[in-house]
């Protein structure tokens, strides 16, 4: 979820002054030690909960930007967020006036801090804006949920700590249920299970050897007066959460977090949103762990129904991979300056130059997810936009080669196959269960044993040819590529756009070779902006072959 897509931040620590603009579903802030990325997050804090720390008020004295502590200048520190609000964001009744006061779905609030007031001041926009209005905007603030999750926390404390908010879901749902005196104890653990059912999935999956994970209820009206944990089953031993290693509990913190954020008739029946601000979720990580968590924080910020937004910093590669966004820090003399990356990629490039993290091939990247293969950008737009309507159960990631090789070929079977084949040993080093699949166009289809005889069937590597017999019957061969398994309904519109394609007497679809490569980036365009499902009637089945390869569907 988009809710703050811009964060301002003035006089505060190591950061003089600073615009943080574009900010995403999961957006990640890297830098070396001491680069000042961990105090965008508290500055954050400190708009949200007034504190810098847990316990901790911001003070002027001692968290204003060091240098100017001695000009002869008023000391204010200032933090401005832009909110742009999604669709399901709601006021529910009693807050016209808030909503009135607002004036759209688009706005930005800063508070600043000074010596000689105990409050901040506030702004809406460009305007201070008086008490009335000020507890209005609390009200507004007060419907999102913003957690702080420092690097030095215990997890399991904070799971503890979540105590009440846990108990409120598991109560809720046990509302709904009727039962008998008897049978009470029982409904509350078959409750919680259900609760719980996808947390230990995503443990099991992380930490095979733990075989049942469970809520820590009451069993007796003696026990009633209980606190929440977890009991995690190993061998047939049940242990606390407590003695669980470091990457077990964090798991487990941010899997519970999630599901007392998600349980909208609990927390949003008044709360519209929640934003974490994260520090090195990868620390204590072993690095299948590691991927797991990046992309576990990926998913629930990004899934459609999600009213959560997560700002993290990191040092990790793999953080960087599943991340929507990156946000690059580096410290000059005693400031904080800001570089944004352009993509994961861009990202993990930049940040193995700094000393940041380390390189990682290309081929390497998503461990968790498959890789598909195929042949140049207008590809991989297409089968992207495809994905939204088929809806892969798992993250697939489509890539082409201008994405692996930096100015190298751009696409093409025989610079794929290339590719492969200087790099079949990295790719025999991704898992199993997160294969290179790699697609070729229909006119290629003589190439596919080049690529198998690199390759033993056990290997994490696929490829599949577009199946000429499926293409579009009114598109003749003169259409290469992809194209010619597009709909008529792009055909007729990539002509409207200014497409040389003719028409012939009996309703087939040519274009000539001198007007191909204009004809297909239009076409392209096309597909990638007004995609319909109905144009899938020509690809689907192929489409979903490859994902059922990938083990997606």
Known sequence: MKLISQIEIKGFRSIRSINLSGMDDFTTFAGLNNSGKSNVLRALNAFFNGQTDEGKQLDVDSDYFRPDLKLKKAKQISVAVKFTLPDHFRFRKGLEPVKQLLEGRDFKIKKTWSRKKPLPIYHLEDREINLEERLRIDQFLQLINFRYIPNRVLPVDVVRQEHQALRDVLVRRLGRRGQGQEQTFDTIQETSQHMIRALVD???????????????????????AFTFGYRLGIGGIEVDDAVQGAGIQSLLMLETLHLIDRDYFQKFGWRQAAVWAVEEPESSLHTTLEARVASYLSSIAQDSSSRLQIFSTTHSELMLQYATKTVIFEKQGWETIRKIAENPRDAIKQVSRLGISRWIHPILYFPLDPLILVDGKYDAN????????????RKVHVIYLEQLEEGGKTGGVNDILGYVKANAQAIKARRKEAPVIVVLDWESANKEGSFKKLFDMDDPFKVFVWPESDCNPKLDESFRGIERFFSTRIIQEGKKRGAKINKLVGGEYLVKPEDREKAKKILNAVAKDRIKDADLQYCRNFLEKILQAAEAV
């Open 202 to 224: 995503h443990l099991k999956e992380a930490s095979p050897d733990i075989g049942t994970v469970r809520l820590a209820t009451p069993t007796s009206w003696a026990d009633m």
């Open 382 to 393: 297409f089968l992207d936009e495809a994905f939204q309507h088929i809806r892969p159960k």
